[in-house]
């Protein structure tokens, strides 16, 4: 019988004729005692669950337009994660499948529960229904941990500097509390700008650590009109940094927040000298207005409306809005994880028309090549026929 990949491989190994005799073996007398799949792949299945079934355990309102979700498991265990990734939700919304990445806020230390923070987001179709719908023992499923937005030990600096906007500040969180927990030999420094300080996420958490580690420096900067903030007032501009981090040289940065604020924060660390290598940015979904992104075509305004046909189905989808969101509107349903251009599972292929990619997209060469674009940062600007 001629050997499969596995077997001709194993055969050239040292002992590995003798292996795939006693498998021979066992396999005509003790067919029960030979596994399905070998150990490295029930790991990583366990590791890496493609689908995991959690149930909405707690709900705490931070009085902030924002509400904190602490979510078990069904089957009890909840596979591990590193500081900074995030969780991709599914929920079902007037029968429409979709999803949305939501940062884990938790420590990887913390092994009963998962837990995000969402915030409320003018038309956001999903944190509406989150903040106004969702209930507690609601079931939910749930891509498994992913994201690169991490701490890595070999590449990045001890001394980490963390510029945070808004619910941007959800993975700092996690990383926070892993390492000044677990008294991780790190030093950490949080820049956290906000509208008004009263809507500062997790603030007296902050604070209070502050107070109990001499490793870790919080600073809260509003940018709004805040007659009662007698604290720091700008934007997280290179100015601000200057002043608050003068040892910014030495230390990785991480930015996480709006897209406009993410962009923003990456020149001003450039303008300080800071080299790629020390910037690390967290996307933030898709754009806030894309229309004002430069190259956004000038004759086309947010509400034009465009047709997409799809697999010989025609639906609606808007300028301002991304071809995934069209999708998930006309129930059609796309593989999906980050919704930030980077994880490539929602990728179509564009057969006729023009699409605007916002910024952030990762399109490999062969992407650009055979004519493939990721839903999630593609905007219609004509009439376009897609292929899932």
Same mark, same amino acid.
């Given at each position: 019988?001629?050997?499969?990949i596995k077997?001709?491989?194993?055969?050239?190994?040292?002992?590995?004729?003798?292996?795939l005799?006693n @498998?021979?073996?066992?396999?005509?007398?003790?067919p029960d005692k030979? +596994?399905?799949?070998?150990?490295?792949?029930r790991t990583?299945?366990k590791?890496?669950e493609?689908?995991?079934k959690?149930?909405?355990n707690?709900i705490?309102?931070?009085?902030?337009?924002?509400?904190?979700?602490?979510l078990?498991?069904e089957?009890g265990?909840?596979?591990?994660?590193?500081?900074?990734? =995030?969780?991709n939700i599914?929920v079902?919304?007037?029968?429409?499948?979709?999803?949305? +990445?939501?940062s884990?806020s938790s420590?990887p230390?913390?092994?009963?529960?998962?837990?995000?923070?969402?915030a409320?987001?003018?038309?956001?179709f999903?944190?509406?229904y989150?903040l106004?719908? $969702?209930k507690?023992g609601?079931k939910i499923?749930?891509?498994?941990p992913?994201?690169v937005?991490?701490?890595?030990?070999v590449?990045?600096?001890?001394?980490a500097l =963390?510029? $945070?906007?808004g619910s941007g500040?959800?993975?700092?969180?996690?990383m926070?509390?892993?390492?000044?927990?677990s008294?991780?030999?790190?030093?950490?420094?949080?820049?956290?700008?906000?509208?008004e300080h009263?809507?500062a996420l997790?603030?007296?958490? =902050?604070?209070?650590?502050?107070?109990k580690?001499?490793n870790?420096t919080?600073h809260?900067?509003?940018s709004?009109?805040?007659?009662?903030w007698t604290?720091?007032?700008?934007f997280?501009?290179s100015?601000?940094i200057?002043?608050?981090?003068p040892?910014?040289?030495?230390?990785?940065?991480?930015? /996480?927040? +709006?897209? @406009?604020m993410?962009s =923003?924060?990456e020149g001003?660390?450039?303008k300080?000298?800071?080299?790629?290598k020390?910037i690390?940015?967290e996307?933030f979904?898709?754009?806030?207005d894309?229309?004002?992104?430069?190259?956004f075509?000038?004759d086309?305004?947010k509400?034009?409306?465009?047709?997409v046909?799809?697999?010989?189905?025609?639906?609606?989808?808007k300028a301002?809005?991304?071809?995934?969101v069209a999708l998930?509107?006309?129930? @059609?349903?796309?593989?999906v994880? /980050?919704?930030?251009?980077? /994880?490539?599972?929602?990728?179509v292929?564009?057969?006729?028309?023009?699409?605007?990619?916002?910024?952030g997209?990762?399109?490999r060469?062969?992407?650009?090549?055979?004519?493939? @674009?990721?839903s999630?940062k593609?905007? +219609?600007?004509?009439?376009?026929e897609?292929?899932l």
């Amino acid at each position: 019988m001629a050997k499969n990949i596995k077997e001709t491989l194993l055969s050239t190994l040292v002992h590995g004729e003798e292996t795939l005799e006693n @498998i021979k073996v066992l396999r005509r007398v003790s067919p029960d005692k030979v +596994p399905n799949e070998n150990i490295a792949d029930r790991t990583v299945k366990k590791l890496h669950e493609k689908e995991l079934k959690l149930v909405i355990n707690e709900i705490i309102d931070t009085g902030k337009n924002a509400k904190i979700f602490r979510l078990t498991s069904e089957s009890g265990y909840l596979p591990p994660f590193e500081a900074g990734q =995030f969780l991709n939700i599914f929920v079902e919304i007037d029968g429409v499948r979709v999803s949305r +990445p939501y940062s884990l806020s938790s420590s990887p230390k913390e092994k009963s529960y998962y837990e995000i923070t969402i915030a409320g987001i003018k038309e956001g179709f999903v944190s509406k229904y989150m903040l106004e719908e $969702a209930k507690v023992g609601d079931k939910i499923t749930a891509n498994g941990p992913s994201g690169v937005f991490r701490y890595q030990p070999v590449f990045h600096s001890k001394k980490a500097l =963390f510029l $945070a906007g808004g619910s941007g500040i959800t993975p700092f969180l996690s990383m926070i509390r892993e390492g000044l927990d677990s008294a991780a030999d790190r030093d950490f420094v949080l820049l956290y700008g906000v509208a008004e300080h009263e809507k500062a996420l997790y603030a007296e958490e =902050f604070l209070d650590y502050e107070k109990k580690h001499p490793n870790f420096t919080f600073h809260l900067v509003v940018s709004g009109e805040d007659p009662s903030w007698t604290g720091e007032r700008g934007f997280l501009n290179s100015n601000i940094i200057e002043k608050l981090v003068p040892d910014y040289k030495e230390r990785t940065a991480y930015i /996480c927040g +709006p897209q @406009i604020m993410n962009s =923003f924060c990456e020149g001003e660390l450039r303008k300080l000298g800071l080299a790629n290598k020390q910037i690390r940015r967290e996307m933030f979904g898709a754009s806030g207005d894309v229309t004002k992104e430069p190259g956004f075509p000038a004759d086309i305004n947010k509400e034009q409306m465009f047709k997409v046909t799809v697999n010989g189905q025609v639906i609606d989808a808007k300028a301002s809005e991304p071809l995934l969101v069209a999708l998930e509107r006309a129930k @059609i349903r796309v593989n999906v994880c /980050c919704r930030s251009g980077e /994880c490539s599972l929602c990728r179509v292929k564009l057969v006729s028309g023009k699409v605007f990619l916002s910024k952030g997209v990762l399109l490999r060469k062969a992407d650009e090549k055979f004519g493939y @674009i990721h839903s999630c940062k593609a905007y +219609p600007i004509s009439d376009v026929e897609i292929e899932l």
